[in-house]
């Protein structure tokens, strides 16, 4: 049998909100912990409002940046109007 082996990852997270601060942003700092919990590095953490460009802009960066192997969103989908995040990142996939 095949032994696999962990290779961690070096993960940023991208909280996108129009209300979220370093202090009330429970889910990214929740993320954060969990993947550094399981073994992985935080790259960078970073809010930006709901707004494609901004999030457009960071994922960006970050898909360039040969220091990140994943991004992880979290906010930006509920139903409102300014709630964009699907859009921003899905012409970059």
Not at 25 to 31: A, K, M
Not at 43 to 50: F, G, H, S, Y
């Amino acid at each position: 049998m095949t032994e696999r082996r962990f290779i961690p990852l070096s993960i940023a997270i991208l909280t996108v909100s129009d209300t979220r601060t370093e202090a009330t942003d429970i889910s990214g700092r929740l993320l954060a912990e969990r993947l550094e919990q399981a073994g992985h590095r935080l790259a960078e953490k970073t809010i930006v409002p709901d707004d494609i460009y901004h999030v457009r802009a960071v994922v960006s960066g970050w898909i360039a940046d040969p220091q990140v192997n994943a991004i992880i969103t979290t906010g930006g989908t509920g139903v409102t109007g300014r709630d964009g995040t699907p859009e921003a990142v899905r012409p970059l996939l």
